[in-house]
């Protein structure tokens, strides 16, 4: 597999590499660009990956513009340290959406959801709508999510989800009904799956549903306290780098 990384820190796309190489030794690593232009020149020059590594935030602007100054053939795993654009990154060949700082695991499970896919259509003359939107995470969000408890399976309704919040190493969901279950699934993985227009990454341990929050307030260095229609564990503080998209995403309706 041929892979081309897009990344304007470079430590970060040498410890991506050192990571992808790591899991899959046979990969090649056959470019590594820094910004939108040199990234389109290369790709109009006649450089073709299987795969390619994309933060989206450049030096030189939003990677979205990549796919209009020249085209992309191949599946893309966005890297970034905001969720606020897997919308965007889902309608540009996006197959995974990982925040920063990601871990091995996080870019093992990137490369197995695109061996994934490409079994899929190797198996699959005409492809199954429904079943390659749930591989890909699609936009239009995950109806249900299946949790394991009192040594039973059972599947929790997405729209009866207040938020998605991490405790102690542990992915938990807590419903409007304040049950709670535990889930086997990063917050990454979950944000990825969901309804970008239902659901915000309002920090690193909390995803939360439009429909659970009650109000919000101007905070300290600009931040935003974010109040629910139930209790959280803890105080939901937006960052000031945050804010404006997430203010955004609250009048998005």
Known sequence: ?????????????????????????ETKIIGQYQSIASTVTALNEGVTPDLMFMDIQLADGLCFEIFKQAKVNCPVVFCTAFDEYSLEAFKSNG??????????????????????????FQKKTVPDLGDLLSKLGAPGGKTSFLVFQNQKYRT????DIAFFYIRHDATWI????????????????????????????????????????????????????????????????????????????????
């Not at 081309?4 to 899959?24: H, R």
């Not at 929790?156 to 729209?159: P, Q, T």
């Open 95 to 120: 197959v995974d959406y990982v925040l920063k700082p990601f871990s091995k695991q996080d870019i093992q499970e990137a490369l197995k959801k695109v061996d994934e896919l490409k079994n899929f």
């Open 156 to 159: 929790v309704n997405v729209e």
């Open 1 to 25: 597999m041929n892979i081309i990384i897009v990344e304007d820190e470079l430590k970060t796309a040498k410890s991506l590499e050192n990571i992808i190489m790591g899991l899959k030794p």
């Open 174 to 253: 807590m419903c409007f009904d304040k049950q709670q279950y535990t889930i086997n699934q990063s917050l990454d993985q979950i944000t990825a799956a969901v309804s970008a227009k239902q659901f915000f990454r309002l920090n690193r341990q909390f995803l939360v549903n439009f429909k659970a929050i009650k109000e919000v307030e101007p905070y300290f260095l600009r931040k935003l306290y974010v109040k629910l229609v139930i209790e959280t564990p803890e105080k939901l503080l937006v960052n000031k780098e945050k804010s404006h998209a997430f203010l955004t995403w609250m009048e998005d309706r």
